[in-house]
Nanobody
Framework: QVQLVESGGGLVQAGGSLRLSCAASGRNFGTYPMGWFRQAPGKEREFVAAISSSGAWTYYADSVKGRFTISRDNAKNTVYLEMNSLKPEDTAVYYC???????????????????WGQGTQVTVSS
């Protein structure tokens, strides 16, 4: 069982930056690949970024590639999402999630994630 708590959201102007954090409690955080997803009002939840359990590889949605960076610190049981050059269309609730160790599908598929945080709101003004 893994509990996840996101923080770091807020209101920022277009072009600005935010750093989201996701603190995990529970056992064996370092064995879980982790992901960030987001959901804007009236839209389906969408994949943002993922990172392997060791942090050796990362994967990004095309819409955030080159602007967002996912990272993790397994010693601190925390995963981060550094967001730069923010756009109004990045406005959403951002969720971190721990991927199932049994799932073999694509990392952008939210059904592959077992544990979810409560989300943190990011609002980008134009």
């Amino acid at each position: 069982q893994v509990q996840l708590v996101e923080s770091g959201g807020g209101l920022v102007q277009a072009g600005g930056s935010l750093r989201l954090s996701c603190a995990a409690s529970g056992r064996n955080f370092g064995t879980y690949p982790m992901g960030w997803f987001r959901q804007a009002p009236g839209k389906e939840r969408e994949f943002v970024a993922a990172i392997s359990s060791s942090g050796a590889w990362t994967y990004y949605a095309d819409s955030v590639k080159g602007r967002f960076t996912i990272s993790r610190d397994n010693a601190k049981n925390t995963v981060y999402l550094e967001m730069n050059s923010l756009k109004p269309e990045d406005t959403a609730v951002y969720y971190c999630a721990a991927r199932s160790l049994r799932y073999s599908g694509n990392y952008y598929e939210d059904r592959g994630y077992d544990y979810w945080g409560q989300g943190t709101q990011v609002t980008v003004s134009s």
